[in-house]
């Protein structure tokens, strides 16, 4: 099989999060799709089956197991089928449901793709589950942001939303890998969304990835939707917007990730960003 590796939500290759992508996986087994996302060493690396007229079957592996969705890998294939087949929609049928993908390419090169979300939904977190997370994590209650609570939110995945209201405590992060992957295998989480708001449409966040055997992740599209859909849901921002998320700052590899919101409930969420081919 043909392996490309992408960075998305990046113009450069020495941002974003690096992902595999096989654009024609077709008759490759679960084994040696785990295999192969093991040996590439991403994140994620997404399969994708031809299905016929612009429908794929996709699968997201990451070095340890399979997730159900991951934004970045979608980011980055829609970006890779783009480059050798031109911009349009893309319709990939995950194991979280349908997505639909879109590229443009502009005049300098740069290819941009948007997800449309599987529809977001959020609960609550259990006051247990809550201080079991910020203890894994080093935090205190006092670290958190009382204008956004805690919650579980989806979009194609699980992750814990946790807001903080220091820029400094979110930079600093250092949390215990084995226990809070045993939470979150516990929970079925895929990765910890830790946000900071700087203004009304900006913020920064970072994402823990133990259950991926990744320490953290530079840039989550799964989450990314699921925010969005928390923000719309608890309220925190007048929809339609877009707003905007700086992830991977702390770790080196800066990311930019454009968070559409509509006005109706329910409905999916866009999530855009660029991506760009890396050597092999």
């Not at 979300?117 to 958190?144: F, K, Y």
Request: a negative charge; one cysteine or more; proline letters at 8%.
């Amino acid at each position: 099989m043909e392996i490309l590796r992408y960075a998305a939500f990046t113009a450069d290759p020495a941002g974003g999060n690096p992902a595999g992508v096989v654009l024609d996986a077709t008759g490759v087994s679960d084994t040696e799709m785990l295999r192969v996302a093991a040996n590439i060493g991403y994140s994620e690396t997404a399969f994708l089956v031809p299905r016929g007229s612009g429908r794929f079957e996709v699968r997201y592996f990451s070095p340890k197991a399979e997730v159900p969705f991951c934004g970045h890998a979608t980011i980055a294939s829609a970006a890779a089928y783009a480059e050798r087949h031109g911009p349009g929609v893309l319709h990939l049928d995950t194991r979280a449901g349908l997505v639909e993908v879109s590229t443009t390419v502009q005049s300098d090169g740069t290819t941009t793709a948007t997800l449309i979300s599987v529809a977001p939904r959020t609960r609550p977190i259990a006051a247990s589950d809550l201080t079991a997370l910020l203890e894994a994590l080093g935090w205190a209650p006092g670290d958190l942001d009382a204008t956004m609570p805690p919650r579980v939110a989806f979009a194609g995945a699980w992750h814990p939303i946790v807001a903080t209201a220091s820029r400094q405590r979110l930079a600093n992060l250092d949390y215990d890998m084995n226990a809070l992957s045993r939470l979150m295998a516990r929970h079925d989480w895929t990765t910890v969304d830790l946000v900071c708001r700087e203004s009304p449409h900006v913020f920064y966040a970072r994402n823990p990835f133990p259950p991926g055997g990744v320490v953290e992740d530079p840039a989550t599209g799964a989450a990314a939707a699921a925010f969005g859909g928390y923000l719309r849901e608890l309220g925190l921002v007048t929809p339609p917007v877009t707003v905007t998320v700086h992830q991977g700052e702390d770790m080196g590899r800066p990311s930019v990730l454009k968070i559409g919101i509509p006005a109706q409930p329910r409905t999916g969420i866009a999530v855009t960003g660029t991506a760009v081919a890396l050597a092999r």
